[in-house]
């Protein structure tokens, strides 16, 4: 069984940074292309970064966070990062993580991010 578990989320104001961890357990990690995603209220999810798996070690990003997020994995503990620098108030959304592309039909519950000053 597919398990998520995020971590890492808060307040913060613009400018300053966080790291998100994200657990994952139930599947063969290393081989999976995983991805960060984000739902802000009343808007869709949304991917905002996606890391190779099974050694391919291509990240991507979406425009609007490119050069300020950086995406890692230790498959080790089977964990994802996501270091978020230079945060601005439109990043506020619950941040979730999952397999890139197509995900699992489980999701984790998300941490909530919120850049407020």
């Known amino acids: 069984q597919v398990q998520l578990v995020e971590s890492g989320g808060g307040l913060v104001q613009p400018g300053g940074s966080l790291r998100l961890s994200c657990a994952a357990s139930g599947y063969i990690f290393s081989a999976i292309a995983m991805a960060w995603y984000r739902q802000a209220p009343g808007s869709q999810r949304e991917s905002v970064a996606v890391?190779?798996?099974?050694?391919?070690?291509?990240?991507y990003y979406a425009d609007s966070v490119k050069g300020r997020f950086t995406i890692s994995r230790d498959n080790a503990k089977k964990t994802v990062y996501l270091q978020m620098t230079s945060l601005k108030p439109e990043d506020t959304a619950v941040y979730y993580c999952?397999?890139?592309?197509?995900?699992?039909?489980?999701w984790g519950q998300g941490t909530q991010v919120t850049v407020s000053s």
């Open positions: 890391i190779g798996g099974g050694g391919a070690g291509y990240t």
């Open positions: 999952n397999r890139a592309q197509i995900p699992f039909n489980s």
